[in-house]
């Protein structure tokens, strides 16, 4: 038996009898990074004698290195935390330390979390471990391409406007991204604060809802964190869609969509009404704001967030001849093209002048956008969409144009907007052998729903192949 080749839930089972140590995990999972991490590089930071030394009793976790670690660096990424030790865990850390779990290694991502391909790191790009000419997605693609490859059983992500998802439909494993509140931020270095939320990445959704188990619920820490108590999510994992009322959105179907993933998606819907479910078409008519929305209010409030790093407070500190220069000298050498995009993008929309018709405006459709899901959740239980309009793209292939890039989130943005729940679930390989991701939308507290259309669809569909690395 091969560590690496267990989900996540027969290893814990094992486990729980004493048939396995968590240091055996560990080894075997270190044994697998060893073995492999040289073509992926998921990780910014692994260590097997401390994971050993911390291994608890449970199945490690990889994190997503914008989540605060005691004892880990945590990067976000960034020549700016490039040395960056936090002083205290993330509650969802320590929620997991808590629970047994320690921390497996830290993974690779977008420069602050802003990115489709984890290009965008400052260290090195992650590859995709279907194809390794490939990106990951992003901007937690060194979580998905980890769990992909078998370098995690489990992984953690964060996801502002499509972050968690995907990176899975692109790596060909399971990505949730959670009710806003529903999981706790604090420790999460902050990108956008209205949109971010932290979710599991794991290769099936049984898998998915042990790994929500541990870390959903309040936090007296995190003001935007919700007060219900969180189901035992495992509760939910039944095959079972009969009446279950599927909603397609047609705008999700539209222009820029290939054909080969709409072919799939509609495929993996057509099962779920082969169980027993009702899928009619509906509609959300702002979605096509949705991009536009985004792309103002994410780096509106980036800007706003990444004003603390000035060189006095945090991280890396340029000398000047006077303040305003070590201010200016740390910002120029300390963040990337892509995040200085954001900053100057989201300075702008908030700039005098310009707040009502960029930032206000852009808020407006966010309303808009939320009442047109409320509308379709009084008629269907859950949406069924693409995650991505395209499979993963090739590396070099969108870093020169930013509007491109921006493109791959079409699908996912609109869910942080609307502070709603989303699962992201391999449904396909295409003629190259490239995964396809279907995503589930639901109301507002559906993980439990979402998670059992996502384990019925599962089981229809039969075992997901893995990449040969
Ligand atoms: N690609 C989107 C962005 O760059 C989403 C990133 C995310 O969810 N963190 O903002």
């Given at each position: 038996m091969q560590i690496h080749e267990l989900t996540l839930v027969e290893a814990t089972d094992m486990l729980e009898r004493g048939e396995l140590s968590a240091a055996e995990v560990i080894n075997g999972l270190y044994d697998r990074i060893e073995a492999v991490e040289e073509k992926i590089k998921a990780f910014l930071e692994i260590d097997r004698e401390r994971v050993l030394r911390e291994a608890g009793t449970q199945v490690p976790v990889a994190i997503k290195d914008n989540i605060c670690t005691r004892g880990w660096k945590t990067t976000c990424a960034s020549r700016m935390l490039a040395n960056f030790h936090p002083p205290y865990d993330a509650t969802v850390v320590a929620r997991l330390r808590r629970q047994g779990h320690a921390v497996l290694g830290k993974t690779n991502m977008d420069e602050f979390a802003?990115?489709?391909?984890?290009?965008?790191?400052?260290?090195?790009?992650?590859?995709?471990?279907?194809?390794?000419?490939?990106?990951?997605?992003g901007s937690s693609g060194g979580s998905a391409a980890a769990v992909a490859a078998g370098e995690a059983l489990v992984a953690l992500g964060s996801d502002t406007g499509g972050s968690i998802r995907l990176p899975a439909a692109f790596c060909g494993v399971v990505g949730l991204k959670p009710t806003y509140g529903r999981v706790s931020r604090f420790g999460l270095v902050a990108y956008a604060s209205s949109l971010d939320q932290i979710g599991p990445i794991t290769r099936t959704v049984a898998d998915c809802a042990l790994a929500l188990n541990w870390i959903a619920g309040h936090d007296p820490l995190d003001s935007t964190s919700l007060p219900e108590e969180a189901p035992d999510y495992r509760t939910f994992l039944r095959p079972d869609v009969k009446g279950l009322r599927v909603g397609l959105p047609r705008e999700y179907f539209g222009e820029g969509l290939d054909s080969e993933v709409r072919d799939a998606v509609l495929a993996a819907v057509r099962q779920l009404e082969a169980g027993g479910a009702k899928v009619e078409e509906v509609s959300l008519p702002h979605t096509e704001y949705a991009l536009a929305a985004y792309y103002l209010i994410a780096p509106a409030e980036a800007s706003s967030n990444l004003a603390r790093y000035d060189g006095v407070r945090y991280g890396l500190r340029a000398e000047g001849e006077d303040v305003v220069q070590l201010f200016s000298n740390t910002r120029s050498r300390g963040f990337g093209p892509e995040v200085k995009r954001r900053i100057m993008l989201?300075?702008?929309?908030?700039?005098?002048?310009?707040?009502?018709?960029y930032y206000l405006n852009a808020l407006r459709v966010r309303t808009l956008i939320r009442r047109d899901f409320d509308r379709v959740f009084e008629k269907v239980d859950v949406l069924a969409c693409p995650t991505s309009p395209t499979v993963a793209f090739r590396l070099g292939e969108k870093t020169d144009d930013p509007m491109q890039m921006y493109l791959s989130d079409i699908y996912t943005v609109t869910v942080n907007l609307a502070g709603l729940p989303a699962l992201s679930v391999p449904c396909a390989l295409n003629s190259e052998g490239l995964p396809i991701g279907l995503q589930l939308i639901g109301p507002p507290l559906a993980e439990g729903r979402l998670l059992q259309v996502g384990y019925a669809y599962e089981e229809a569909r039969g075992p997901f192949p893995r990449p040969r690395i």
């Open positions: 802003m990115g489709s391909s984890t290009e965008y790191s400052a260290f090195y790009p992650t590859r995709n471990p279907w194809d390794t000419e490939r990106v990951p997605g989201g300075t702008y929309a908030l700039s005098a002048g310009y707040y009502d018709a």
